[in-house]
């Protein structure tokens, strides 16, 4: 593996949700060609979290799949609380909750 740290965005650059939010990649590596993995060490609203990423480009160098992991959970009902304020009008009720048998 090696490391691909070199030319990323500082921590302030990245997105953000509304709610207070910083991250700092804690480890990057490019598994293959096309694939990254990423973890962070992360702090929403004063509460400590860690994320793992695996990321996958295509040949353009445009991401064709995301794959996020949040620990522990309730930061990632944090993350999901603040991403549903932003996006609830924007996309449909099916990627918030499963729908009603």
């Known amino acids: 593996m090696t490391f691909v740290g070199q030319g990323h965005r500082s921590p ?7 709610r207070l939010w910083w991250r700092a990649t804690t480890a990057e590596f490019k ?3 096309r694939t990254t ?4 060490a992360e702090t929403m609203d004063g509460h400590k979290s860690e994320s793992l990423e695996v990321i996958v480009d ?5 991401i064709v799949e ?10 990632l009902k944090l993350f999901r609380d603040a991403m549903y304020a932003s ?15």
Do not use: H
């Open 66 to 75: 995301r794959t996020i992991t949040l620990r522990p959970y309730p930061a």
């Open 31 to 33: 598994l293959d060609e």
């Open 12 to 18: 302030e650059q990245r997105y953000t949700p509304q």
């Open 87 to 101: 996006l609830k009008d924007r996309l449909p009720p099916d990627v918030w909750d499963y729908p009603t048998p």
């Open 37 to 40: 993995f990423l973890r962070w």
């Open 58 to 62: 295509n040949e353009q160098g445009l």
